[in-house]
């Protein structure tokens, strides 16, 4: 297999993406805040043709993470989420093995910036007595969501969102999006 196919959109999404709004920009778009979606970058989508190559993809962004950024990391069963918060994970200093929380719904790993990782798969939805438990997930962490579509409102504004496609048995296709550039 050659090395990861590479390709860095820099465009607004709506001009490239058929599920956000495709309508020319209004002045009142223009003035929306920073969490719009017509201001989410697709910072890069990639295919990637194993395991090995999805975990280096993610220790690049991980390297742009710090302190209180939350990740979320969505794609259906097998797509390969939990390789890829197993990748970050790695370099971001965790050393023991990064395995699927869905049992347990999150692990913190302690490192030089702490690294929880969340699977909400079971969760149909959060009251607040569940976010009371998950709310220490996020202090001081790097934190990284599975099925974040199942935290609702709850789920702290992310960092970057991350989605995961099966091509093949071997290839996924993986897109990354921010409101940041993120230099990646
Ligand atoms: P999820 O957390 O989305 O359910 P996992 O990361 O647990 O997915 O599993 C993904 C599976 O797909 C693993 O068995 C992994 O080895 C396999 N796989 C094959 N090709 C890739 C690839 N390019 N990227 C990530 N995982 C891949
Ligand atoms: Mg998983």
Redesign the pocket.
Known sequence: MTKVQQIIHRLPKSLHRSDSRSEVPTPNDRQAPATSVSDTISVLDV?????E???ALAARLATRLGAGDVVA?S????????????GAARALGVQEPVS?PTFTIGHRYEAPVPVAHL?LYRLAGIDPEEWGDLEPYFDGTVAFV?WPEHGGHWLPETRATVT?NH?D????Q?SIDSEDDLGL
Request: hydrophobic share 30%; no cysteine; proline share 3%.
């Open positions: 295919v990637t043709g194993s395991p190559e999805t975990e990391v794609g259906e069963l097998g797509a390969g989420k939990t390789t890829f918060v197993r699927s699977d599975e995961l091509v048995e071997s290839h996924r993986v």
